[in-house]
């Protein structure tokens, strides 16, 4: 079992930049694939990014790719969004979670754990 603590969420303006924070307790951190999802008011959970559980290959979402990057460091058990260029479309809360499986994937159902989600806001 994994638990999950995003940070680092706040208000900033239009092409600023912010990056997120996700803690994880727990001793098998590294055998976690993890994902970020955010979800803005009124709308469906959405994928942002994934990674495995190594770091070495990521996949996003097309409206983030090229101002978005997903970092994991396993020895701080601590995965990260870097996120450039924000758009006020970017508003959202932000959540990191962790799936068990042997493959990655985008559909939210499949992660197993969830953090509390950062509130990001873009003003424009």
């Known amino acids: 079992q994994v638990q999950l603590e995003e940070s680092g969420g706040e208000v900033v303006q239009a092409g600023d930049s912010l990056r997120l924070s996700c803690a994880a307790s727990?001793?098998?951190?590294?055998?976690?694939?993890m994902g970020w999802f955010r979800q803005a008011p009124g709308k469906e959970r959405e994928f942002v990014a994934r990674?495995?559980?190594?770091?070495?290959?990521?996949y996003y979402r097309d409206s983030v790719k090229g101002r978005f990057t997903m970092s994991r460091d396993n020895a701080k058990n601590t995965v990260y969004l870097q996120m450039n260029s924000l758009k006020p479309e970017d508003t959202a809360v932000y959540y990191c979670?962790?799936?068990?499986?042997?493959?990655?994937?985008?559909?939210?159902?499949?992660?197993?754990?969830w953090g509390q989600g950062t509130q990001v806001t873009v003003s424009s």
């Open positions: 990674t495995d559980t190594s770091g070495t290959s990521t």
């Open positions: 727990g001793r098998t951190f590294s055998s976690y694939r």
């Open positions: 979670a962790a799936r068990s499986g042997f493959y990655g994937t985008t559909n939210p159902s499949s992660y197993n754990y």
